[in-house]
C-alpha cells in the first residue's frame, strides 16, 4: 500500500535554529497538508497546499513557517527560528483530492526544541 | 466553528471484551465526513474506520465498527473482541468538503490481558 514517507524520524534542535522536515506524498496525490501535534495534546492543523500554493492555514501557521514543494516528491515544512513550543510531532498527509478520498497520514517527524 | 468532543480521556477494557468509545461534534453542515484514527505509542496516524454523513448506514471494519447518530451528532466506536495491539490513543475527527480536519482530544484506551 502507498506511504507518506517522513524524514528525519527524530530531530532535535538549538533554539533559534531553522529546521526542514521533509515529506514525500504519495505520487499521484495533489493535496498536501501539515499537522502539528504537542505532546498530549490534540492533532492540530497548520497548512494545506495545493497546485503549489498554500490553499489554507491556521493561526498557528504563523511568519516563522513556510512550506515548499521544491521537486515533483517532496513536500517539506521548514521552521525558520525554532521556539521551545515548537516541540511537537509533525504530520505530513497527502489526499488524491475530493472528498470520496482519505487522507494518508505519514508516520510523523519529532521535533525536540532544547 | 466546528468542534469535536470526546468526553472519555481513558478508558480500560479486558482483552475479548467490548469497549465503545464516545464522540460528539458540532456543525451546522448536513454532508461532510467522520473519522476514527488510532496512535499507537510509535504515533502513527492510522485510519480506522470512516463514515460518510449522507450514508445512514453504519460503517464496519471488520471488530470496529460505529454508531452513528446524526441528529444527535454522535459518532461513537466500538470494538469488538479487543485485542492487546488494540490499546492506543484514539481520536475521533470531522472534516467537511474541501477542509482540513478537526481533531477531538482523544481517548487513550488501555486493554487489560
Known amino acids: 500500500e502507498p506511504e507518506v514517507t517522513q524524514t528525519p524520524s527524530h530531530q532535535v534542535t538549538q533554539m533559534g535554529q531553522e529546521v526542514i522536515l521533509r515529506c514525500v506524498p504519495i505520487s499521484n496525490h495533489l493535496y498536501f497538508y501539515w499537522y502539528r501535534q504537542i505532546l498530549g495534546q490534540k492533532v492540530e492543523f497548520l497548512v494545506s497546499?495545493?497546485?503549489?500554493?498554500?490553499?489554507?492555514k491556521s493561526e498557528i501557521f504563523d511568519d516563522q513557517f513556510s512550506v515548499e514543494r521544491p521537486d515533483g516528491s517532496n513536500f517539506t515544512l521548514k521552521i525558520r527560528s525554532t521556539k521551545l513550543e515548537d516541540s511537537a510531532m509533525y504530520f505530513c498527509a497527502s489526499s488524491q483530492g475530493g472528498d470520496n478520498y482519505g487522507y494518508t497520514f505519514g508516520s510523523g517527524t519529532r521535533l525536540t526544541v532544547v | 466553528a466546528q468542534t469535536v468532543t470526546q468526553s472519555q480521556p481513558e478508558m480500560s477494557v479486558q482483552e475479548a471484551e467490548t469497549v465503545t468509545l464516545s464522540c460528539t461534534y458540532d456543525t451546522s453542515e448536513s454532508d461532510y465526513y467522520l473519522f476514527w484514527y488510532k496512535q499507537p505509542p510509535s504515533r502513527q496516524m492510522i485510519l480506522v474506520i470512516r463514515q460518510e454523513a449522507y450514508k445512514q448506514q453504519n460503517a464496519t471494519e471488520n471488530r470496529f465498527s460505529v454508531n452513528f447518530q446524526k441528529a444527535a451528532k454522535s459518532f461513537s466506536l466500538k470494538i469488538s473482541d479487543s485485542q492487546l495491539g488494540d490499546a492506543a490513543m484514539y481520536f475521533c475527527?470531522?472534516?467537511?468538503?474541501?477542509?482540513?480536519?478537526?481533531f477531538g482530544p482523544g481517548t487513550r484506551l488501555s486493554v487489560l490481558p
Open positions: 475527527a470531522y472534516r467537511f468538503y474541501g477542509q482540513n480536519f478537526v
Open positions: 497546499f495545493y497546485n503549489n500554493e498554500i490553499s489554507e
